[in-house]
């Protein structure tokens, strides 16, 4: 192994831990930001990255209930969903999130999805399924919609 691949893994470590110990200090972590633009999947997390936010990840039913919160006001159908940035692009069995390259281990989709409809449906939304209920479905990537981003709230 190279000396530059070892002080990678080493900064990484590190930013893992200094990650894993801001998230025990901090009671909600993350917090969710909607775009009021529409763009494809792919744009829409540059778009994200540009504004130093993160694209969005939703590891948790905790942090399901908070995107919910963040669009309950917001209209119903599948037309008017938001990327949640997890893609099967690479593996078409499984979902992974674009950003942090982690599988999905939590999910909530709407019954029957995903279903990789014309096996043209790889990229991840959220939508507002009837008032007060959300689901994820795979849509085209080339979808415009609506986004969500991320950011780490930072511990006092």
Excluded at 129 to 143: E, K, L, M, V
Aim: hydrophobic share 35%; charged share 20%.
């Amino acid at each position: 192994m190279s000396m530059l691949h070892e002080t990678c893994k080493l900064k990484l470590i590190i930013s893992v831990l200094v990650l894993v110990n801001i998230n025990a200090e901090c009671v909600s972590p993350k917090k969710y930001v909607v775009s009021s633009d529409k763009a494809g999947f792919h744009t829409a997390f540059i778009t994200c990255r540009q504004y130093g936010y993160e694209p969005a990840e939703i590891h948790s039913l905790a942090e399901q209930k908070m995107v919910e919160e963040l669009l309950k006001n917001e209209k119903l159908g599948l037309e008017n969903g938001y990327w949640i940035f997890a893609t099967n692009l690479d593996e078409k069995k499984a979902y992974y999130w674009l950003n942090s390259g982690r599988r999905l281990l939590y999910s909530n989709f709407s019954a029957g999805q995903p279903d990789n409809y014309n096996n043209m449906e790889n990229c991840l939304h959220v939508f507002h399924t009837t008032p007060g209920r959300f689901a994820w479905n795979d849509i085209p990537c080339n979808s415009n919609i609506r986004f969500l981003c991320q950011h780490n709230q930072v511990c006092d």
